[in-house]
């Protein structure tokens, strides 16, 4: 089933993801489109970033682990600024640790309840076996996010009974009207984004510490997976999700 983006009045989103780049892979050419189209869209990463340095490393420490999580936050506040992002959050989890505790969800309902978007998108709590573009779908800190926002969306978010400490620091229940989710098992929602595309190249590029050394290839897989999935929904270009209503 295709549905298309429509927004016939100014809104807020929020994008939830564990790391830098992980909107900018997954849905970076449907957060720029909202955008555009006049929607508030906001941005929330959960980890640090601590541990995207190199797979040679061998200086793991504190100092370097900092230098890395500078670089990433600095080249995502970029890439947020080339899509029309509001703003970026950062939780700083550690990276590469991240699991769907209670602290992270009361984190997530307190950023949800501040934010009070009307769509949320984050990442599938869920593996597929997929063969292709198997990375976002089998991080655990991909899998830990997807599993925490979904659970401080419904119910946490909405009910007054949790987190109550949140009521006394004056954040009110908060229900999100639509949830969408990448990578996931299941597809019923295509966004056209042939328009936003090369946006989404560029906010990539802005990665310059994970994608520099092999840009080329990473635009070409990026346009190749784009234009794949618009031609399973008869458009130019496209990024999937499953998209659910919150009746």
Same mark, same amino acid.
């Given at each position: 089933?295709?549905?298309?983006s429509s927004s016939?009045s100014p809104?807020?989103?929020?994008?939830i993801?564990?790391h830098?780049?992980?909107?900018?892979?997954?849905c970076?050419?449907?957060?720029?489109l909202?955008?555009?189209e006049g929607?508030?869209?906001y941005?929330?990463v959960?980890?640090?970033? !601590?541990?995207?340095? !190199?797979?040679?490393?061998?200086?793991?420490?504190?100092?370097?682990?900092?230098?890395?999580?500078?670089?990433?936050?600095a080249?995502?506040?970029?890439?947020?600024a080339i899509l029309g992002l509001?703003?970026? %959050?950062f939780?700083?989890?550690?990276d590469?640790?991240?699991?769907p505790?209670?602290?992270?969800?009361?984190d997530l309902?307190?950023l949800i309840?501040? *934010?009070?978007?009307a769509?949320?998108?984050?990442q599938?709590p869920?593996?597929t076996?997929k063969?292709s573009? !198997? *990375?976002?779908r +089998?991080?655990?800190?991909?899998?830990?996010?997807?599993a925490?926002?979904? /659970?401080?969306?419904?119910?946490?978010?909405q009910?007054?009974?949790? %987190?109550?400490e949140?009521?006394?620091?004056?954040l009110?229940?908060?229900?999100?009207?639509?949830l969408?989710?990448t990578?996931?098992?299941?597809?019923?929602?295509a966004?056209?984004?042939?328009s936003?595309?090369?946006?989404?190249i /560029?906010?990539?590029r802005? +990665?310059?510490s994970?994608?520099?050394a092999?840009?080329?290839?990473?635009?070409q897989?990026?346009?190749?997976w784009? /234009?794949?999935?618009?031609?399973?929904?008869?458009?130019?270009?496209?990024?999937? %999700?499953h998209?659910?209503e919150?009746?």
């Amino acid at each position: 089933m295709l549905f298309m983006s429509s927004s016939p009045s100014p809104s807020v989103a929020l994008a939830i993801v564990a790391h830098p780049d992980d909107a900018e892979f997954g849905c970076a050419g449907t957060l720029a489109l909202w955008a555009r189209e006049g929607w508030q869209v906001y941005l929330a990463v959960c980890t640090d970033a !601590s541990g995207g340095g !190199s797979d040679d490393a061998r200086d793991v420490g504190p100092l370097a682990r900092r230098a890395i999580t500078d670089t990433r936050k600095a080249e995502q506040r970029a890439a947020a600024a080339i899509l029309g992002l509001r703003d970026v %959050f950062f939780l700083d989890y550690p990276d590469g640790a991240l699991v769907p505790s209670l602290e992270l969800r009361r984190d997530l309902v307190r950023l949800i309840r501040t *934010v009070r978007p009307a769509r949320l998108l984050c990442q599938s709590p869920e593996r597929t076996w997929k063969p292709s573009y !198997s *990375v976002p779908r +089998h991080h655990p800190d991909h899998l830990a996010a997807g599993a925490a926002v979904m /659970a401080a969306m419904y119910p946490a978010s909405q009910n007054p009974w949790d %987190f109550p400490e949140l009521l006394a620091e004056g954040l009110e229940p908060h229900k999100v009207g639509e949830l969408f989710v990448t990578s996931a098992p299941e597809v019923n929602f295509a966004v056209d984004i042939s328009s936003t595309l090369d946006v989404k190249i /560029a906010s990539l590029r802005a +990665h310059h510490s994970q994608l520099g050394a092999d840009f080329d290839r990473v635009e070409q897989r990026v346009r190749e997976w784009a /234009a794949t999935n618009g031609q399973a929904h008869d458009l130019p270009a496209a990024e999937i %999700f499953h998209r659910a209503e919150n009746g």
